[in-house]
């Protein structure tokens, strides 16, 4: 039987973070989009690897977008609310997450999604890509994206790309090491991690966990994982609603990166490596069983099962991947750009920015402590990552025109794709590369020649969904004002301030969320005492209601308005604060402050 051929305007290989935004925000835009996906679920990371505890854009300003669409679509779907885990303020049930990305889908009929298909060939004529063929479909457009988790479209298009590390006398990355070494050999890219989902089955018992293949009799390779947090945190790091885990722990963990190589040379290769991978997490799970006892198993039936995955059930359908082969772009995003300015709080701002991102810069490479620059700051009561922008250039190949990427294949250093890989981040490009690849079909371009005003102005205007490209700490994306202060930026990008804020203090009117009830019936109102206890170090003890009184906890808050408020109160002050509790790490999570 001959295999179907059709034809899109945009044609998205891969259903993962990065291609199902941009599949949705492609087809919102008008264009006739195919999605090509390997597996049963849209999301990749955010779904089908398991990670539902993402990380990064968590402050209210950042929330915007897809993926601020998508938060708040958790926040009303998710039983119980978010504030599961410390890892993160979103953690969900991965399959509230597959359903969301499937109705969002299912909601265009100028979008579809066919699943069960890996990229075999991409047609290319002259430098202009223009389809790709399936085992059992071809399909052809005007603009193909590249959202596969592992670059596949840039391998097999001889598309120039880059797998491995950088020396410091490439870019003068600060943290690049100056020779390649015995950890730059083992740790080509860095590890990924095959999520296991464990459950709590209280008094019940637990069916025992079997060993993998590849287990050694005494599992050292574990031992002392949660030595330096207790058992009841390191459970309490991935905890999803309904007494579930999220097991994608690094510290003698389920971190895998033996022979990563394996992962770019052969179909037979990488196969084996990914059955070892999950190997390694059953293992890690059976340790977890073992030393915590048989109330911890596996959970019953998160993942559907796949004839493309050795996935499914309790284990997530292809592993958390952290890196990928990375485009050679027309630009490329370097530590140096993720990285504060001097005296600030912010990084410096890319004239084409295109998305935007606050992680810290994170590398996983089992067994080995690696130290990057600090990009953090002090904010709401906590640590968080310095904001930088993702630029348009490195979402295009240096030559080929009619692709473009939008996954974690972008043009970035391996140093700095520790920051830039994070869901929300990923989401962010791929909504971008979504809506550049809907825009060059309307103006007939290719994605080279796309003037970058036309998609930041449509990505700030885009109806359904506006996403910010200029990263302001104080500007909430329901401030009237907001679409303006964007604007001005991006046209005076000089004068973007080093501390990251517009020039007025935070209007508290404005509530991103106000009006859900789903929020409210969260939130709890509290009295007490605030405690100061160091810079951007704030706790609360409780005095009424009585049920809690007494109780101490770490005051946070991801609204800008409260941070502000929360660095000009004395301590010892009587509050009432309306907040919402996430027990995992005894945070009242503010909303609103009511001084006495």
């Known amino acids: 039987m001959m295999a179907q051929t059709y034809t899109a305007d945009v044609l998205v290989v891969g259903g993962g973070t990065g291609g199902t935004a941009a599949a949705i ?5 008008g264009a006739r989009t195919i999605l090509v996906s390997e597996f049963p679920w849209l999301g990749g990371m955010l779904t089908s690897a398991g990670v539902s505890a993402p990380d990064g854009n968590e402050l209210e300003a950042f929330q915007t977008g897809l993926w601020g669409a998508f938060v708040r679509e958790l926040q009303h779907q998710q039983p119980g609310g978010l504030d ?5 303020f979103f953690s969900y049930d991965p399959r509230v997450g597959a359903k969301i990305f499937a109705d969002w889908v299912q909601e265009l009929p100028n979008l579809l999604w066919i699943q069960g298909q890996v990229p075999l060939e991409v047609f290319q004529e002259g430098n202009c890509v223009y389809g790709v063929r399936f085992a059992d479909l071809t399909v052809k457009a005007k603009i193909t994206l590249d959202a596969t988790e592992l670059g596949d479209l840039l391998a097999l298009a001889d598309i120039p790309h880059r797998w491995g590390w950088e020396l410091h006398s490439e870019w003068r990355e600060l943290s690049a ?6 950890l730059t050999q083992r740790y080509p890219v860095q590890a990924p991690t095959w999520v296991v989902v464990m459950q709590d089955f209280g008094e019940a018992i637990a069916p025992e966990i079997p060993s993998a293949p ?4 005494s599992q050292l390779q574990f031992a002392g994982a949660w030595d330096d947090y207790g058992a009841e945190k390191f459970l309490n790091y991935g905890r999803l609603p309904g007494g579930l885990f999220m097991m994608n722990w690094p510290i003698h963990g389920n971190d895998y990166g033996k022979g990563l190589g394996r992962l770019i040379e052969t179909e037979e290769s990488r196969r084996e490596f990914l059955q070892e991978c999950l190997w390694h997490s059953q293992n890690f799970a059976r340790f977890i069983q073992n030393q915590l006892g048989r109330r911890y198993g596996l959970a019953h039936d998160i993942f559907p099962t796949s004839p493309q995955s050795i996935g499914g059930g309790a284990f997530a359908l292809h592993p958390y991947y952290r890196e990928s082969r990375r485009l050679v772009g027309v630009t490329t995003v370097r530590e140096q750009d993720i990285l504060p300015m001097t005296g600030g709080m912010v990084a410096s701002l890319n004239e084409d920015a295109i998305a935007i991102g606050n992680y810290p810069n994170d590398h996983h490479y089992p067994g080995v402590e690696f130290q990057v620059q600090p990009k953090s ?27 473009l990427v939008c996954e974690k294949n972008i043009s970035v ?9 994070l869901q929300p ?8 590369a979504g809506m550049a690849a809907a825009i060059c079909v309307e103006l007939n371009l290719s994605p080279r020649n796309l003037l970058v005003r036309i998609l930041q102005e449509a990505l700030l205007q885009d109806k359904y969904a506006p996403a910010a490209i200029i990263p302001l700490l104080n500007l909430p994306p329901n401030h009237p004002d907001w679409l303006r202060w964007q604007m001005y930026y991006l046209y005076n990008p000089k004068n973007y301030p080093v501390s990251g804020n517009c020039p007025f203090s935070s209007p508290r009117q ?14 709890y109102c509290f009295q007490g005492i605030f405690h100061r206890i160091a810079q951007q170090d704030y706790k609360f003890t409780i005095t009424t209601p009585g049920i809690h009184r007494g109780h101490t906890l770490q005051i946070v808050t991801l609204r800008s308005h409260i941070d502000e408020q929360l660095q000009t109160l004395c301590d010892q002050q009587l509050l009432t604060i309306s907040c919402r509790i996430n027990h995992a790490l005894n945070w009242l999570i503010v909303e609103s402050i009511c001084t006495a």
Do not use: E, K
């Open 214 to 217: 590849n287990d050694s009799p």
């Open 425 to 432: 981040v990923v989401m962010g490009i791929g909504q971008a």
């Open 177 to 182: 090491p100056a020779d390649f070494n015995s």
């Open 377 to 403: 700051m002090l904010w709401g009561g906590r640590r968080t990552g310095t904001p930088f922008t993702i630029p348009y250039g490195c979402l295009i190949p240096l030559v080929t025109d009619g692709l």
């Open 510 to 523: 404005y509530y991103y969320l106000d009006s859900d009830d789903v929020i409210l019936q969260n939130t």
């Open 413 to 421: 250093s391996h140093i700095a794709n520790g920051a830039t890989r």
């Open 25 to 29: 925000q492609a087809a919102r835009r």
């Open 84 to 88: 599961n885990s410390w890892v993160s």
